[in-house]
C-alpha cells in the first residue's frame, strides 16, 4: 500500500498511507491516536486502488507471496505458435505464522458462510471462497462499495476486486458483481441476483430518459 504494483501500464495511482509527516506537510497539524486507530481498518486520510486492494487479498491467499501484476500471459501466432511468454515475477514477500495466516484465511472464508456479509448472494455456490466486503466513506456523496476476494478457498487460482462508486454497502453493490465474474471463471451456470435486477432498473430509466 501507498507504493505502485508495477503493473506495466503508464501512470499507476500511488495510493496513500498516511503518517505524521504526511499531515504535517499537507494540513499542517498534528497526527492524533485516533488517526492511527483509523489508518488500521483502512479509514482516514487511506487511499487505495482496486488493483492493490486485489494484490493484499492475492499475497494472502499465497501465504505472504506478493507477485507484480502484469495484463498478457503470452502472445501466440495465429498458427498457435508461442512468441513469447510472461512469467510471475515476486515482488516481495511478508514473514506470517502459519497460526495467524490461518486465523485470517478462515475469517475471511466465513465472509460467504451463514451470518457473514456476503453468504446471501453466495449460498449455494459450488466453489469455496474467501472474501471481504467493505464500505468507503464518501464526503462528496453516497459511500462506495468494495469486495474482494480469492477462490477456491483451498487451492486459489483467481482474485477479484469489485469497486462501486457510491454503491453504498459492498454486500449491496460490490458482492453480486464478483459473483458475476466468478461465475464466468468457474464456468457456473450464472444465477440472477441484485447485480441483474439493478441493470434491469437502471436499463429501464435510460430508456424512459430517451
Do not use: C
Amino acid at each position: 500500500m501507498g507504493t505502485p504494483t508495477g503493473i506495466n501500464l503508464p501512470g499507476e495511482a500511488e495510493g496513500l498511507v498516511a503518517n505524521q509527516k504526511y499531515k504535517m506537510k499537507v494540513y499542517e497539524e498534528d497526527w492524533y491516536l485516533s488517526e492511527t486507530f483509523d489508518a488500521a481498518i483502512g479509514q482516514g486520510f487511506q487511499l487505495a486502488t482496486p488493483l492493490q486492494v486485489a494484490n493484499v487479498m492475492a499475497q494472502v491467499a499465497s501465504g505472504g507471496q506478493r507477485y507484480k501484476p502484469y495484463l498478457v500471459s503470452k502472445i501466440v501466432k495465429p498458427n498457435g505458435q508461442t512468441v513469447k511468454e510472461f512469467l510471475p515475477e515476486t515482488a516481495g514477500s511478508i514473514t506470517i505464522s502459519e497460526k495467524n495466516l490461518t486465523l485470517i484465511r478462515n475469517a475471511l472464508r466465513d465472509v460467504a458462510l451463514p451470518g457473514g456479509t456476503a453468504a446471501a448472494t453466495f449460498e449455494g455456490f459450488p466453489v469455496s471462497i474467501a472474501g471481504k466486503t467493505g464500505t468507503a466513506e464518501n464526503p462528496h456523496g453516497d459511500d462506495h462499495g468494495w469486495f474482494v476476494a480469492y477462490a477456491p478457498f483451498n487451492d486459489p487460482k483467481i482474485v477479484v476486486a469489485v469497486l462501486i462508486e457510491q454503491g453504498g454497502f459492498g454486500s449491496d453493490s460490490a458482492v453480486p458483481i464478483a459473483r458475476k465474474m466468478l461465475e464466468a471463471y468457474f464456468d457456473i451456470p450464472t444465477k440472477k441476483n441484485f447485480a441483474d435486477f439493478y441493470a434491469e432498473e437502471e436499463a429501464a430509466k435510460a430508456v424512459v430518459g430517451k
